[in-house]
């Protein structure tokens, strides 16, 4: 047989070649200078996005979590997944740079005494890390919503809504940074005794339900439960809370729970509104009472 026979100069010039091929790729001093700059530049975006991202994750779960909330029509929550849904995609671009500027200096520092490819990798774990975990977090808050039978879509863009309009700090606007009252978040977010009060009667569901204390002395707090819902929450210490909710054809006992007064001063003294889209389906008679502490009041609605 015959073998290739290699002469030992075409090799030595096979080497130099590559030898020269790299030399005449290798970046110049400033260049990579430059390049390390962006990627730690890149590097805090990204810090900064995961850190932004966890503070709307965190304010999510509380709310979601909270009793005095209705999280299908919180717009304190649709706030923080589109915030988050936001964040995910600007960090997950963020990084597609990262890892392309990462792999480049890589390749350079087997030439280059001035890259520590050790910090390179560092930077890349880093940031893959955060993008697992936001994944994990985002399919977490969407899992929430989603067996509450919420359509996370339409949540998300009610979010951006809310983000167009300038309201994109869930924490600063709920205490009082923003002249925005939020809807269903249970909280008088302006201060004026008007829980969950929308300006202008701007109805989200096909329900209201408006509780309040009735007494001349604000002191009186009112739970409402809601037969196969449950606690809908409790209203401001002697104030006012609209429930404006999303209700099946059918029907349904609410029950009003006087929770407290001042032992100085009872009984719990109260008033109940209750509107199908706009037909009022309690009666005025019908929507005032007293209650001790711990006594309830039931009424049946029918919506149609």
Same mark, same amino acid.
């Given at each position: 047989?015959?073998?290739?026979?290699?002469?030992?100069?075409?090799?030595?010039?096979?080497?130099?070649?590559?030898?020269?091929?790299?030399?005449?790729?290798?970046?110049?001093?400033?260049?990579?200078?430059?390049?390390?700059?962006?990627?730690?530049?890149?590097? $805090?975006?990204?810090?900064?996005?995961?850190?932004?991202?966890?503070?709307?994750?965190?304010?999510?779960?509380?709310?979601?979590?909270?009793?005095?909330?209705?999280?299908? $029509?919180?717009?304190?929550?649709?706030?923080?997944?589109?915030?988050?849904?936001?964040?995910?995609?600007?960090?997950?671009?963020?990084?597609?740079?990262?890892?392309?500027?990462?792999?480049?200096?890589?390749?350079?520092?087997?030439?280059?005494?001035?890259?520590?490819?050790?910090?390179?990798?560092?930077?890349?774990?880093?940031?893959?890390?955060?993008?697992?975990?936001?994944?994990?977090?985002? %399919? $977490?808050?969407?899992?929430?919503? !989603?067996?509450?039978?919420?359509?996370?879509?339409?949540?998300?863009?009610?979010?951006?809504?809310?983000?167009?309009?300038?309201?994109?700090?869930? $924490?600063?606007?709920?205490?009082?940074?923003?002249?925005?009252?939020?809807?269903?978040? %249970?909280?008088?977010?302006?201060?004026? %005794?008007?829980?969950?009060?929308?300006?202008?009667?701007?109805?989200?569901?096909?329900?209201?339900?408006?509780?309040?204390?009735?007494?001349?002395?604000?002191?009186?707090?009112?739970?409402?439960?809601?037969?196969?819902?449950?606690?809908?929450?409790?209203?401001?210490?002697?104030?006012?809370?609209?429930?404006?909710?999303?209700?099946?054809?059918?029907?349904?006992?609410?029950?009003?729970?006087?929770?407290?007064?001042?032992?100085?001063? !009872?009984?719990?003294?109260?008033?109940?509104?209750?509107?199908?889209?706009?037909?009022?389906?309690?009666?005025?008679?019908?929507?005032?009472?007293?209650?001790?502490?711990?006594?309830?009041?039931?009424?049946?609605?029918?919506?149609?």
């Amino acid at each position: 047989c015959n073998l290739l026979q290699y002469n030992p100069d075409d090799i030595d010039g096979a080497i130099a070649d590559i030898e020269n091929d790299n030399e005449n790729n290798k970046w110049d001093p400033q260049k990579v200078k430059n390049a390390l700059l962006s990627l730690n530049d890149m590097l $805090e975006l990204a810090r900064s996005l995961y850190s932004k991202f966890n503070v709307n994750y965190l304010k999510f779960v509380n709310e979601i979590n909270d009793q005095n909330s209705n999280p299908l $029509e919180n717009e304190i929550i649709a706030l923080c997944i589109a915030s988050a849904q936001g964040q995910f995609n600007d960090h997950s671009v963020n990084k597609d740079s990262i890892d392309a500027s990462g792999a480049s200096l890589i390749t350079q520092a087997a030439s280059n005494k001035d890259i520590n490819i050790f910090n390179i990798i560092n930077i890349l774990s880093e940031v893959q890390t955060q993008a697992d975990d936001m994944t994990r977090k985002l %399919g $977490e808050m969407k899992n929430l919503l !989603t067996v509450r039978g919420g359509d996370v879509d339409e949540i998300i863009s009610d979010g951006q809504n809310l983000i167009a309009q300038g309201n994109v700090n869930p $924490e600063f606007a709920q205490d009082g940074g923003v002249n925005v009252e939020f809807a269903g978040d %249970g909280l008088d977010n302006l201060g004026d %005794g008007l829980q969950d009060f929308i300006q202008g009667n701007i109805r989200r569901g096909n329900v209201l339900i408006i509780i309040w204390d009735s007494g001349n002395y604000m002191d009186d707090v009112f739970e409402l439960t809601i037969s196969g819902i449950g606690s809908m929450g409790t209203t401001p210490p002697g104030a006012r809370r609209n429930f404006d909710l999303t209700l099946g054809k059918g029907t349904y006992t609410l029950t009003v729970r006087a929770i407290y007064t001042d032992p100085n001063i !009872t009984p719990c003294t109260f008033g109940i509104q209750v509107y199908d889209q706009d037909i009022p389906i309690i009666s005025p008679e019908e929507g005032l009472g007293n209650l001790d502490p711990g006594q309830e009041r039931s009424y049946v609605i029918t919506i149609r």
